[in-house]
């Protein structure tokens, strides 16, 4: 099972509205993260998480707040969104350390904040 | 300074025919890696194959293989007998040896379109 699953797959909110997405693999993969992608960019790394700790905060704003509560389960919560926050949510996972290993994909949660 | 630079504008090609995607990338870290990603427009980033910094052949996967020259870094992936489902965003990436923190980092992308 090579499989990250993310949910929901679509997510529209109101700039006052807080909401989840939802994030899961059972690769026994010790590392996750988060991107978000504007249309046409390359993905920009948010979080890392390695071994459940938050190891990479590639200064986001406080509005996302990241959180692993197992070592299958990775979340970010949104609070307060702008209209620019809206992007395709990215999560991924692989193995902890080394520069051999390929980060595995889920298929994206697309925010529409209005 | 861009560590991984895919300068290509749009690529087209035709069915069947291959093509050759350019990568090239910069670091001063011994130990790294590359990757590409192919990324429909349903949005799911597809890993497709991998290269270390200290393999001595070339990458192969399936349709896919990766032309390493590591005197020039640059790492282009070349996609023989090109298949309409291939059109797609094709990224570039690196991993570099960072202990459990390493990032992937992408350079900006190339579409590519399949022709019939």
């Known amino acids: 099972d090579t499989e990250v699953t993310q949910t929901p797959k679509h997510l529209v909110m109101g700039m006052t509205n807080k909401k989840s997405l939802k994030c899961e693999q059972h690769?026994?993969?010790?590392?996750m993260y988060w991107y978000k992608q504007k249309a046409k960019k390359p993905p920009e790394l948010m979080f890392v998480?390695?071994?459940?700790?938050?190891?990479i905060n590639e200064s986001v704003p406080s509005r996302f707040s990241p959180e692993c509560p197992n070592s299958s389960l990775l979340n970010l919560h949104l609070h307060a969104l702008q209209p620019e926050d809206s992007a395709l949510y990215l999560c991924?996972?692989?193995?902890?350390?080394?520069?051999?290993?390929?980060?595995?994909f889920g298929q994206g949660t697309r925010l529409t904040v209005v | 300074a861009q560590k991984i630079t895919q300068t290509q504008p749009g690529m087209f090609v035709q069915e069947k025919e291959a093509v050759t995607l350019d990568c090239t990338y910069d670091?001063?870290?011994?130990?790294?890696?590359l990757f590409w990603y192919k990324q429909p427009s349903s949005g799911e980033m597809i890993f497709l194959i991998y290269?270390?910094?200290?393999?001595?052949q070339n990458a192969t996967e399936g349709r896919y293989s990766l032309n390493f020259q590591k005197a020039r870094k640059s790492a282009n992936l070349v996609i023989s007998a090109s298949q309409l489902g291939d059109s797609a965003m094709y990224f570039c990436?690196?991993?570099?040896?960072?202990?459990?923190?390493?990032?992937?980092?992408f350079g900006k992308g190339i579409t590519l379109s399949v022709r019939p």
């Open positions: 991924a996972s692989s193995q902890a350390g080394g520069a051999s290993t390929e980060a595995f």
């Open positions: 690769m026994g993969h010790r590392a």
């Open positions: 998480y390695s071994y459940e700790k938050l190891s």
């Open positions: 670091t001063s870290d011994p130990s790294y890696g």
């Open positions: 290269q270390g910094s200290y393999d001595q």
């Open positions: 990436a690196m991993r570099e040896s960072a202990g459990a923190n390493s990032k992937l980092t």
